[in-house]
């Protein structure tokens, strides 16, 4: 069974960095665009950052962009997304997804993979 798994998550105050990480099994994603959306308690599922297939380009939300940088590993076959500087409001559920190669897209609907999502919470 393809699936995506995320990790990394956890408890980290204001300012401090972390790394996600979401890994590929039971098939590969090299072939695929990917990215990260996030949603927390109450609000709708956000595009954070997305990938091409080749990893030669990369799209990011505006309220992440100078603070986030998402990357591949083909070797691995995993996907990484670095924060820093984090904020209390970036404190959600992120999950990893995989879709298609055309374009990285914004939306949901076009990524037919999806992983369990990492918790991440950030104190003030």
């Known amino acids: 069974q393809a699936q995506l798994l995320e990790s990394g998550g956890g408890l980290v105050q204001a300012g401090d960095s972390l790394t996600l990480s979401c890994a590929a099994s039971g098939r590969s994603f090299r072939s695929k665009n990917m990215a990260w959306f996030r949603q927390a308690p109450g609000k709708e599922r956000e595009f954070v950052a997305g990938i091409t297939w080749t990893g030669g380009s990369a799209r990011y939300s505006d309220t992440v962009k100078d603070r986030v940088a998402i990357s591949r590993g083909y070797a691995q076959d995993t996907m990484y997304l670095q924060m820093n500087s984090l904020k209390p409001e970036d404190t959600a559920v992120y999950y990893c997804?995989?879709?298609?190669?055309?374009?990285?897209?914004?939306?949901?609907?076009?990524?037919?993979?999806w992983g369990q999502g990492t918790q991440v919470t950030v104190s003030s």
């Open positions: 997804a995989a879709g298609e190669r055309t374009y990285v897209s914004t939306t949901q609907a076009n990524y037919g993979y």
